[in-house]
């Protein structure tokens, strides 16, 4: 036989072993890919507001606590505290003073201060701002016990707990009294009209020591005389009677006590006298009206 076509059978044969294996490869099934997992979103922290509406008076101003928003879970997380603030006075005023969180009103730990971004403005004489404080918890899991906290000792700390849990508010609402009673030394008489207890001093943008407050007597000056050039009244001429029985002059701050050229039978009115006391001092007081070697005093109460 002609080795030709047997070489050609050859490859024929040949071809089609290959096309039966490759039919072969063919029929055998091919896995399937998955697709991809996506990762399980982890939950979110439960979200808690307190609504507050707590007004605090300090440094002169009026700062309103008026919420809390806590996103906590055992981890910790944030509180958002809103302030806004009120400024009676004529001049621009700032919060000198931090604005802390006790977490635990029950515990030795120290306070948190907000974040570096959470800034208090300056307050517009007459106006009011709002602020946006925020306190990052770490492993703090609720905030039913938090306590904001304005001011640090040794000043007074005022208190604005988030619940009933924290205790009680500390506030320093100044205390307003209507007073009576008038008093002659000589010539020159006094004539009461009201009294106001604060914590803080206003004109100066100032709180005070936690071992003090202060009591501005307001009152009305006559002087009883006929001399034409008048009577110079100033602070030598007032005391307070504490109700220890001792005496204390005016503070002496350039604010804290009038100073007034009263004419010969004329009458100085709404005149006051600003004088520091012992924190919670209470009881009978008395104004001592002073004119030379002569004195009157003119008693009224604050109640405790």
């Given at each position: 036989m002609?080795p030709a076509?047997?070489?050609?059978a050859?490859r024929?044969?040949?071809l089609a072993?290959?096309?039966?294996?490759l039919?072969g490869c063919l029929?055998?099934?091919?896995a399937?890919?998955?697709?991809?997992?996506?990762p399980?979103?982890?939950p979110?922290?439960p979200?808690?507001?307190?609504t507050?509406?707590?007004a605090v008076w300090?440094?002169g101003?009026?700062?309103?606590?008026e919420d809390?928003t806590a996103?906590?879970?055992?981890?910790?997380?944030?509180?958002i505290v809103r302030?806004k603030?009120?400024n009676?006075a004529?001049?621009d005023?700032d919060?000198n003073?931090?604005?802390?969180?006790?977490?635990?009103?029950?515990s030795?730990?120290?306070p948190?201060a907000?974040?570096?971004e959470s800034?208090i403005?300056?307050?517009?004489g007459?106006?009011?701002?709002?602020?946006?404080l925020?306190y990052?918890?770490?492993?703090i899991?609720?905030?039913d016990n938090?306590?904001?906290?304005?001011g640090?000792?040794?000043?007074?700390v005022a208190r604005?707990?988030f619940?009933?849990?924290?205790?009680?508010?500390?506030?320093y609402?100044p205390?307003?009294?209507s007073?009576?009673?008038?008093g002659?030394?000589?010539?020159l008489?006094?004539t009461l009209?009201?009294a106001?207890?604060?914590?803080?001093?206003?004109?100066?943008s100032?709180?005070?020591s936690?071992q003090l407050?202060?009591?501005?007597?307001?009152?009305?000056?006559?002087y009883?005389?006929d001399?034409?050039g008048g009577?110079a009244f100033?602070g030598d001429?007032?005391?307070l009677?504490?109700?220890?029985?001792n005496w204390?002059?005016?503070r002496?701050?350039?604010?804290s006590q009038?100073?007034e050229l009263?004419g010969?039978?004329?009458?100085?009115k709404?005149?006051?006298?600003?004088?520091?006391?012992?924190y919670g001092?209470?009881?009978?007081?008395?104004l001592?009206v002073?004119?030379?070697s002569?004195s009157?005093v003119?008693?009224?109460?604050?109640?405790?």
């Open positions: 002609n076509p047997r070489r050609a050859a024929l044969g040949g072993l290959v096309a039966v294996a039919a029929d055998v099934p091919v399937s890919v998955s697709p991809p997992i996506p399980t979103p982890e979110t922290p979200s808690t507001t307190y507050l509406g707590t300090y440094e101003l009026l700062i309103t606590v809390a996103t906590l879970d055992e981890r910790g997380g944030p509180v302030l603030l009120e009676p004529q001049d005023a919060l003073s931090r604005v802390l969180l006790q977490v635990d009103a029950g030795s730990d120290p948190i907000p974040t570096r800034k403005p300056t307050v517009p007459g106006g009011t701002a709002e602020a946006t925020t990052e918890l770490q492993g899991p609720s905030a938090a306590v904001l906290l304005v640090e000792l040794p000043l007074h604005v707990p619940t009933a849990a924290g205790g009680a508010a500390l506030v609402e205390i307003d009294l007073l009576s009673g008038a002659a030394a000589g010539d008489r006094i009209r009201s106001v207890t604060r914590w803080d001093l206003p004109d100066w100032e709180e005070l936690a407050a202060v009591i501005t007597v307001t009152y009305d000056v006559t009883l005389g001399f034409s009577f100033t001429n007032v005391a009677r504490l109700p220890a029985g204390i002059g005016a002496h701050d350039g604010h009038s100073i009263i010969a039978g004329k009458t100085a709404g005149l006051s006298s600003r004088f520091e006391v012992p001092t209470t009881g009978r007081f008395a001592v002073r004119n030379g002569t009157k003119i008693p009224f109460r604050i109640p405790g």
